[in-house]
């Protein structure tokens, strides 16, 4: 069938779906252009060129459309051969935070906080598995039956993580989570996520160089609360990250961001998060910054907390504060090291001084639910003083989340560290002060 009967047929169908005509008309557009001269330009440029041949293609063969549905047309065509095709209006879109590809016809996102289902969706199969082609490929990784599942970074930041069938039944899963936005402790109060006092108190905490923990469930925000905890680290300070895909985007002068490598498509050359905390503690770093323990590496991290490097940051998933010290029990057994429990635990009491704890609540609001000193010391079993909690209201189904930021006064040994490292403390966490409304 011509492509001008084609495009008639599809502007006919239902809901204008002209998925067919995109398939036919990026066929005629990759066939007709110089791809050794398209590969020495910059993406920018490659886009402005196929857009500018597809129109010349549409005004010779194509009928007439309005400006908008011309637009939308081209713009669809050329993302389909240099982006993500369909996904790339949910990358455009701000607000998005992760978007998941259940299948070829079934696209979720999370729009602040809160999952709903997108209009946009593949035609099928194949289009989904072309897409995952070009996702993976950039950056020179390879998913097919002998390796079904494959994590890879978008130049943009994004994490994907994708899984094929036979392990995925009902077709191919990608989850892209979007890089998150960086905020500063103000603008977290701005949002409710946690008191005005709290983060005069982790500020001085950073500064003092006590040893923090952050805790949550996935998509808590965690990432975006260590940013902005890391923030407060002096500017005269080396500082070391290490993150199995790079999120973290300090502003200090003297960052060095180190990044996990997986194994290529040969299963060789892996760089493990363990590897390059071994490697930070041989380059003079002044603070280490672990964007999320989950191995053997806990072990590692909790080492160079007790033999100099203090003030290190880190994040861990757990559900609360005490969870998250039996995590890292957990975790740092995993080493080769066959340590006793009660070693382990002499390790964890010796080096985490603080546990942030964050919930994401039915609306989509992350906030600081606890904040807690770690008092227990040698190979006692783990206490904490909680100094901050958030005690919500009742939940009620599509109103947003409301409660309060409760301190309770700080213990005195946390007190006079803070003192000795010439920070002063809130008074509200001297007194317990007042309740505090986000």
Not at 103 to 130: K, N
Not at 171 to 186: D, H, Q, Y
Not at 290 to 298: I, L, N, P
Request: aromatic share 4%; charged share 25%.
């Amino acid at each position: 069938m011509p492509l001008r009967d084609r495009l008639a047929q599809a502007q006919a169908a239902p809901d204008g779906d002209n998925t067919d005509l995109v398939g036919a008309y990026l066929t005629r557009l990759v066939d007709e252009l110089d791809r050794e001269e398209l590969r020495d330009l910059s993406d920018s440029q490659r886009r402005v060129r196929l857009e500018r041949r597809l129109g010349d293609l549409l005004s010779v063969e194509g009928p007439v459309m309005t400006h908008r549905e011309r637009g939308a047309f081209i713009k669809r065509v050329v993302d389909e051969a240099l982006g993500l095709g369909v996904l790339e209006p949910l990358l455009a879109d701000p607000a998005v935070t992760e978007i998941m590809v259940n299948g070829p016809h079934t696209v979720y996102v999370e729009r602040r906080g809160v999952l709903e289902r997108s209009p946009v969706a593949f035609s099928s199969d194949a289009q989904l598995m072309q897409t995952i082609d070009r996702i993976v490929s950039r950056a020179n990784r390879r998913v097919d039956e002998s390796s079904p599942m494959v994590d890879v970074r978008l130049e943009s930041g994004e994490r994907v993580n994708v899984i094929i069938p036979p392990l995925a039944v009902d077709g191919a899963i990608v989850t892209i989570r979007r890089f998150p936005r960086s905020f500063t402790l103000s603008e977290l109060v701005e949002r409710g996520s946690l008191s005005a006092e709290a983060v005069l108190l982790l500020n001085a905490c950073v500064r003092a160089e006590l040893n923090i923990l952050v805790s949550g469930g996935t998509g808590t925000g965690k990432t975006t609360l260590l940013n902005a905890l890391s923030a407060m680290i002096p500017a005269d300070e080396r500082i070391i990250t290490v993150e199995d895909v790079a999120e973290l985007s300090l502003q200090q002068p003297h960052v060095v961001r180190l990044e996990a490598r997986p194994a290529n498509v040969e299963g060789r050359g892996e760089i493990s998060i363990r590897d390059l905390v071994r490697n930070s503690l041989r380059m003079r770093p002044d603070r280490i910054v672990v964007g999320e323990v989950r191995g053997g590496e806990t072990l590692d991290m909790l080492q160079a907390m007790n033999t100099g490097h203090a003030g290190s940051l880190a994040t861990v998933h757990a559900n609360s504060a005490t969870d998250a010290l039996m995590r890292l029990e957990t975790l740092a057994s995993m080493s080769e090291l066959e340590l006793p429990v009660d070693v382990l635990r002499d390790q964890i009491n010796s080096a985490i001084d603080i546990v942030v704890q964050l919930n994401r609540f039915p609306d989509g609001s992350r906030k600081v639910v606890e904040i807690a000193a770690l008092t227990s010391t040698r190979r006692e079993a783990y206490t904490t003083w909680p100094f901050l909690e958030f005690v919500n209201d009742p939940l009620v189904r599509a109103q947003p989340v409301t409660g309060q930021f409760v301190p309770a006064p700080l213990p005195t040994e946390l007190v006079t560290r803070l003192e000795a490292a010439g920070e002063s403390v809130p008074a509200v966490f001297v007194t317990g002060g007042q309740r505090w409304h986000p």
